[in-house]
């Protein structure tokens, strides 16, 4: 698996530049991207569930909030040079095979 970014109307260098942002994101947060996405998986879990108290960990809300910095870092990255009227329509941070 890898970590890969897919963002609307991107060439490979802007992309290229948002994987890089992500990855100083994930340092920075001294967590991997792996465990980030891990514990957006876990945050999904616990929105769905109607935010059952306790049912959240510390730890698992802090690598969701590196998996959320990361994917805004890598969003403004990968667009940086584009005016407003140009921002994407969509975009995701993903592992994919």
Do not use: Y
Not at 10 to 18: D, I, K, P, T, Y
Not at 25 to 45: D, H, I, K, P
Not at 66 to 80: F, G, H, L
């Amino acid at each position: 698996m890898r970590l890969v970014l897919h963002v609307d109307g991107a060439s490979e260098l802007e992309l290229r530049r948002g994987l890089k942002a992500a990855e100083a994101v994930f340092e920075r947060a001294g967590v991997s991207a792996e465990r980030a996405a891990e514990g957006m998986f876990a945050l999904e879990g616990w929105d769905i569930q109607s935010f059952p108290e306790n049912s959240l960990s510390d730890e698992d809300g802090r690598a969701a909030s590196a998996w959320i910095d990361a994917t805004n870092a890598a969003v403004e990255a990968c667009i940086r040079n584009r005016g407003r009227e140009q921002a994407p329509s969509s975009w995701r941070l993903a592992f994919e095979d």
